[in-house]
């Protein structure tokens, strides 16, 4: 028996999520899309704190990329689930809303 593949899982949480936020599932192929805008995301993410550590960008400008990372994720899932259920579901996506942003910059600066 083969072990599923990270996008399969992927796909799976973010049913269980949907199920939970929205009280229904959803087709595949809006499963498949809202997972490849989390994978764009996460990767972004990841290359933005990349830049940070070896200091490339600075703090203000890892916030303002996030930012900017963030909404458009938000703005690709609104076409998708469209935007109140969007939001129902992944809540408002900002930096403010992952960690605490005054404290990111006390820690840095």
Request: glycine content about 6%; proline content about 4%.
């Amino acid at each position: 028996m083969t072990s599923p593949t990270p996008f399969v899982d992927q796909k799976a949480e973010l049913s269980s999520l949907i199920q939970a936020g929205l009280g229904h599932s959803v087709n595949d192929e809006t499963l498949s899309a809202l997972a490849k805008m989390q994978e764009r995301l996460q990767s972004r993410v990841a290359k933005l704190g990349e830049l940070l550590s070896v200091h490339e960008i600075t703090p203000t400008r890892y916030i303002q990329e996030l930012e900017s990372a963030f909404k458009e994720a938000s703005k690709f899932g609104e076409r998708i689930l469209g935007e109140k259920d969007f939001h129902a579901v992944f809540g408002e996506m900002t930096p403010n809303n992952l960690f605490d942003v005054e404290q990111f910059f006390r820690e840095e600066g």
